[in-house]
């Protein structure tokens, strides 16, 4: 059943073109890339890739009740599918459905990254763009994120006859495609993993888990119990009702009734002024604080600024320090961006200027270095476009100066506030730069370290 493609002697009518072959290796490779990515394109037939007689691949054709999860599980690793999030989207005349990566699975190099058009894979500059923007805000450095999405769009909306290997396509409106695929991938990432596997349904809390877990979940988020009930409440004999939420002027999201349903789990200590501890279902919970702490502060100032300007607190007492002609004319010209900002800052002699007022979000950060970095960074801008092009550089400044310093002791009540904070915080599992913001340590990583059970 099914068709079999066999290539052999490929140019033996143009031998010119064989000189341009590469090594054998090198030339199975290009094959098996090939085939892989129309493997990826229908999970319902199986495929077999044989060279010099012996198999070098082979997926057999995906059933069972996720084809689609099946076959990229099998071409890409169980991993891809682990480390990623589905994709469904529907955004004007475009659909996008698949898988994309979560910042931590993204790679040196971008050889995991498809697109296919109405089931075509193809290249295409105006999609790889738009995925590049939507990891923007969460990926750290040049790291390649991975993903296999899908489009569906009227074929009328789209050129496919721009290139002889029909690699490249053509859309007709290029932006409606970018947005779709882009707000796919940012509303996927967007919602903070721990929360998503704290949802009852999908994750029973302190119930053992009675199938394997579902396959689309990071590996740390599973919260599926392996103790029992007795076990987990024996941990936490004294529970407070209602930890208040201290931390700096964040107001903490409203507090669940039970601390089941808090995937960061509990804090329990804070570990050379840099770390929280804390323990949840699964074992150990590893916070940076100030990383987490900066991002909770970052997409504040960023909903705010959505809104219209950031909301400001004016200084009891301004807080005047001696500054460059450059700072001067920077905070004279650059006044309405300021404003916008939450910052007032006024010339206070012809070499002061005073600090008036601050966004209420950095009210407990200080004053006088804010005011410099954003006025440096103002510097550099063009005013009047500063806020569109360079907001989300400001922005992550200003969250920086807000956020909480390494060193600052915290009480347990803090802690616990700073954790709920970043379960109800989108893109809180990276921080503004993309690095991590917290780590799982299970029971039974810890259990390896001291051979318990072997
Ligand atoms: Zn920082």
């Known amino acids: 059943v099914g068709s079999t493609l066999e290539v052999r002697e490929l140019f033996y009518a143009t031998p010119a073109r064989r000189k341009f072959l590469k090594t054998d290796a090198t030339e199975l490779a290009h094959c098996v890339e ?18 010099d007689g012996r198999l070098v691949e082979q997926w057999r054709s995906a059933a069972g009740n996720d084809p689609d999860l099946q076959r990229l599980a099998d071409v890409l690793g169980d991993e891809f599918v682990a480390q990623s ?11 996008v459905r ?69 690699i490249e396509v053509r859309f007709r409106d290029g932006r409606e495609v970018h947005q779709a695929v882009r707000h796919a991938i940012e509303n996927a990432l967007a919602a903070p993993r721990a929360g998503e596997a704290a949802a009852p349904a999908a994750m029973p809390f302190f119930k053992p888990a009675a199938s394997s877990p579902a396959p689309w979940t990071q590996p ?78 970052y997409e504040r100032l960023k909903s705010q600024l959505d809104g219209a300007a ?16 450059q700072e001067v004319a920077t905070a004279e010209t650059c006044a309405a961006v300021l404003n916008t900002l939450g910052l007032e800052i006024t010339p206070f002699s012809p070499r002061t200027l005073a600090v008036r007022a601050v966004p209420g979000t950095l009210a407990e950060g200080d004053p006088v270095e804010l005011a410099r970095s954003v006025l440096a960074e103002l510097a550099q801008h063009d005013a009047s476009t500063v806020v569109q092009r360079a907001q989300n550089e400001l922005l992550s400044t200003m969250a920086c100066h807000g956020a909480v310093r390494a060193n600052r002791r915290l009480t347990l009540d803090e802690m616990n506030a700073l954790l709920r904070q970043m379960e109800a915080t989108e893109r809180s599992d990276q921080c503004n730069h993309g690095r991590p913001t917290w780590r ?10 001291f051979l318990r059970g072997r």
């Open 34 to 51: 090939a085939v892989r990515r129309h493997a990826l394109a229908r999970p319902d037939v199986g495929f077999a890739i044989w060279h």
């Open 85 to 95: 999030v589905g994709v469904d989207h529907q955004g004007g005349p475009v659909r």
């Open 98 to 166: 698949g898988r994309a990566g979560i910042p931590d699975a993204a790679r040196s190099r971008p050889d995991q990254q498809f697109f296919y058009v109405n089931g075509r894979f193809v290249r295409d500059k105006v999609l790889a763009h738009a995925a590049r923007s939507a990891y923007e805000d969460v990926l750290h450095g040049h790291r390649q994120p991975v993903y296999a999405l899908y489009l569906e769009i009227d074929p009328a909306r789209v050129d496919v006859n721009v290139h002889p290997t029909k």
């Open 220 to 297: 740390a988020m599973h919260f599926a119990a392996e103790r029992g009930v007795g076990d987990a409440a024996a941990m936490w004999p004294g529970r407070r009702a209602d930890p208040a939420p201290l931390l700096l002027s964040v107001p903490a999201a409203s507090l669940p009734a039970n601390d089941s349903a808090w995937p960061l789990g509990r804090a329990i200590a804070q570990l050379q002024g840099i770390y929280v501890l804390a323990e949840n279902s699964q074992g150990l919970v590893i916070v940076d604080m100030h990383a987490a702490h900066e991002r909770i502060v």
């Open 310 to 325: 950031i909301t400001s607190q004016p200084l009891l007492i301004p807080a005047t320090f001696a500054a460059s002609p």
């Open 440 to 449: 799982q340590v299970s029971i039974r990583d810890l259990d390896g370290l």
